[in-house]
Nanobody
Framework: QVQLVESGGGLVQAGASLKLSCAAS???????MGWFRQAPGKEREFVAA????????YYADSVKGRFTISRDNAKNTVYLQMNSLKPEDTAVYSC??????????????????WGQGTQVTVSS
């Protein structure tokens, strides 16, 4: 059983930075990980994903160049560095994990394990 716990969310002004962490229990070094977000009244959307080694990453166009996903397998932790935050980045951010052979997945349905989410609010 894999358990994921996010942290690092908060309230910031536009242009600021935040770094989210996702701590995983169990041996998740072979799992690909993803970050998703959901704003009120909107569908959950893909943000970023990283393969098991950290050698491959993928980003949504809306965050490309501003967000960076990384992982430290020794710490069983995945990070999402968010720079130049915008009000439209406001959402609950959740990390997810899967260990299929498909590598990077950008759809929520491909992830069987989810954290509870952390709120990110960006004021204008």
């Amino acid at each position: 059983q894999v358990q994921l716990v996010e942290s690092g969310g908060g309230l910031v002004q536009a242009g600021a930075s935040l770094k989210l962490s996702c701590a995983a229990s169990g041996r998740t070094f072979s799992y690909a990980m993803g970050w998703f977000r959901q704003a009120p009244g909107k569908e959950r959307e893909f943000v970023a994903a990283i393969n098991w080694s950290g050698g491959s990453t993928y980003y949504a166009d809306s965050v490309k160049g501003r967000f960076t996903i990384s992982r430290d397998n020794a710490k069983n932790t995945v990070y999402l560095q968010m720079n130049s935050l915008k009000p439209e980045d406001t959402a609950v951010y959740s990390c997810a994990a899967h260990n299929s052979s498909r590598g990077i997945i950008t759809t929520p349905h491909g992830y069987p394990y989810w954290g509870q989410g952390t709120q990110v609010t960006v004021s204008s």
